[in-house]
């Protein structure tokens, strides 16, 4: 479990697929960013020698969408896309919604 302070403009990559995301919003404190189950790694981490993926998630993380959780105090931005859902402390985070614009009549 590696606990991280996430700061905007920070990159993170999956240690089990090709998933990689950028930080546009933190919140405060130190916090686990996961991906299909297994923590993600800063920078140039590598992954360590058999490391596996959650055999129950079956999420996958598409490019060029953005991630939040519940409160949106967390934004990160797919830059590459790859298999496994995407969490923070355990809570899986979900597709930010576009905003609905005001009708003009």
Do not use: W
């Not at 959650?54 to 490019?63: F, P």
């Not at 969408?65 to 995407?86: F, H, I, M, Q």
Request: contains cysteine.
């Amino acid at each position: 479990m590696a606990m991280t302070a996430l700061k905007p403009g920070a990159r993170f990559k999956s240690a089990v697929s090709d998933a990689q995301v950028m930080v546009i919003k933190a919140p405060a404190g130190e916090h686990e960013l996961s991906c299909a189950g297994v923590a993600m790694l800063a920078g140039a981490d590598t992954a360590p020698d058999g490391v596996q993926a959650d055999a129950a998630d079956s999420g996958e993380t598409l490019i060029g969408k953005r991630y939040v959780n519940e409160d949106e105090s967390l934004e990160l931005l797919c830059t590459k896309g790859g298999a496994g859902t995407l969490a923070l402390d355990g809570t899986p985070l979900e597709i930010k919604q576009a905003k609905q614009l005001p009708s003009s009549d």
